[in-house]
């Protein structure tokens, strides 16, 4: 099993560009998750999906867009990067109930010039 | 006050020392309860879950006071590898509500 992996793992930017982060999860987890990680700040909750078809805001959901077209996918778009958005991103993913953690894949980091 | 709180540290202790944090969280619904451990520039990694009667894996042990709403992890005979930054991990509605972590307290143990 690979759990989740993230591509790409490193990406550099210019200010308004696009771009899209693919997470992908082999366990047949119900919920993914992308966070970002910034220095002091911890990790925080960007959008969220409880199931196919399914997305909801997290905490900083400004500047981002999602879809989870596939059970085992959750897509993280940026329309128009700014440097702001320079973070390492994260992906999780979790069974469906509430005493299971999440899983997660190894980072993105994106810098944005 | 922040749903979860943790002592960010630094935490730095010599190796073969008892090292303990606590974490404090606000929701006294919380339903499960999480340490994870993340090594600089790495992802997070489920170190164990906490369970209300306790828990203990080899040398980490992990605490749960529902009614002081707090949650421990202790450490015994600190090694060179455990040094990283542990994290708090609340779910605070039960169900399909993300889980909120706390900002993590870094731990350095030193030869």
């Known amino acids: 099993n690979a759990g989740v992996t993230q591509t790409p793992k490193f990406r550099v930017l210019k200010t308004g560009q696009s771009m899209t982060l693919l997470c992908a999860q082999d366990m047949n987890h119900e919920y993914m998750y992308w966070y970002r990680q910034d220095p002091g700040m911890g990790l925080r909750l960007i959008h969220y999906s409880v199931g196919e078809g399914t997305t909801a805001k997290g905490e900083v959901p400004d500047g981002y867009n999602v879809s989870r077209l596939k059970k085992q996918n959750f897509l993280l778009g940026l329309e128009s990067a700014a440097p702001s958005q320079t973070s390492v991103y994260f992906c999780?993913?979790?069974?469906?109930?509430?005493?299971?953690?999440?899983?997660f894949g190894s980072g993105t980091r994106l810098t944005v010039v | 006050r922040k749903e979860v709180e943790q002592d960010p540290g630094p935490f730095n202790v010599p190796e073969g020392a008892t090292v303990a944090f606590n974490c404090t969280y606000s929701?006294?619904?919380?339903?499960?309860f999480f340490w994870y451990r993340q090594d600089c520039r790495k992802e997070p990694k489920l170190l164990m879950s906490v369970y209300s009667s306790g828990n203990e894996d080899g040398r980490f042990t992990a605490q749960l006071n529902r009614a002081s709403q707090y949650i421990s992890l202790l450490i015994r005979d600190s090694k060179l590898s455990d040094s990283a930054t542990y994290l708090c991990?609340?779910?605070?509605?039960?169900?399909?509500?993300?889980?909120?972590f706390g900002k993590g307290t870094r731990l350095s143990v030193i030869a």
């Open positions: 999780a993913s979790r069974a469906g109930t509430a005493n299971y953690g999440y899983t």
């Open positions: 929701n006294s619904a919380s339903q499960s």
């Open positions: 991990v609340v779910n605070t509605i039960s169900g399909n509500t993300p889980l909120v």
